[in-house]
């Protein structure tokens, strides 16, 4: 069973705080993706990396980095938190497109972060 | 660039009535197109696909969608729900590099006993 694992459902962090996300995949895909879920905004891509220590900017990447240095493993690191990043984080994997045309991402859970 | 709109935010339907939950996008490019479900409190995970071929595609739960290239559409269809269909629904499509899966705003669906 294909599965993407994200190391916390809930986390509650202060302001000004340096704050990991941890996301590792069993599924050897070279994509993984993080995103996060607003409401009426659905999901936004922060980074995505599409193989170990390569990452691409998504549309949102600004108070975010990220490290890939493992293929099963893509972090998201919140620098200096904030308020406005109180949000939902879904991380994704999938393999690149193939021959037969595109494939299906898979999600974690979900950690849900709250910055006060 | 690609991008994804779902018109509909909020769907309420009784329950075995019919649904239709409208996805629109834009491309110049050759795309595949997604619907993903997210049920309360989970992830996001895949109910079914356009990549080529037939352009009706089905999902092992009884919903259905149609890709048409003229009307730039891939509307989601169920003859008649379910309480258990209660859940967010996403439209998305491929970026043009890297994979980049692309995804609509999405739309709640509530089921009415």
């Known amino acids: 069973d294909v599965k993407v694992t994200q190391s916390s459902r809930y986390l509650v962090k202060r302001t000004g705080e340096k704050v990991f996300l941890e996301c590792v995949q069993d599924?050897?895909?070279?994509?993984m993706f993080w995103y996060r879920q607003d409401p009426g905004l659905g999901l936004r891509l922060i980074y995505f990396?599409?193989?170990?220590?390569?990452?691409e900017k998504g549309d949102i990447p600004e108070g975010y980095s990220v490290s890939r240095e493992k293929k099963e493993r893509f972090s998201l690191i919140l620098e200096s938190a904030s308020t406005n990043q109180t949000s939902m984080y879904l991380c994704?994997?999938?393999?690149?497109?193939?021959?037969?045309?595109?494939?299906?991402?898979?999600f974690g859970q979900g950690t849900r972060l709250t910055v006060v | 660039a690609q991008s994804v709109t779902q018109l509909d935010s909020q769907v309420p339907v009784f329950e075995e009535a019919p649904v239709e939950l409208r996805c629109n996008y834009s491309s110049s490019v050759s795309v595949y197109l997604f619907w993903y479900v997210q049920y309360p409190n989970q992830g996001l995970q895949l109910l079914l696909k356009?990549?080529?071929?037939?352009?009706l595609v089905e999902s092992i739960n009884g919903f259905e969608a149609e890709f048409n290239k003229s009307q730039t559409s891939f509307h989601l269809r169920k003859p008649s729900v379910h309480i258990s269909d209660t859940a967010e629904y996403f439209c998305?499509?491929?970026?043009?590099?890297?994979?980049?899966?692309?995804f609509g705003p999405g739309t709640s669906l509530s089921v009415i006993p």
């Open positions: 994704a994997s999938k393999s690149p497109r193939g021959a037969q045309g595109d494939t299906e991402a898979f």
């Open positions: 356009y990549l080529s071929g037939s352009t």
């Open positions: 990396s599409y193989d170990v220590k390569m990452k």
């Open positions: 998305a499509t491929q970026g043009a590099s890297y994979d980049k899966v692309i």
């Open positions: 599924m050897d895909h070279e994509n």
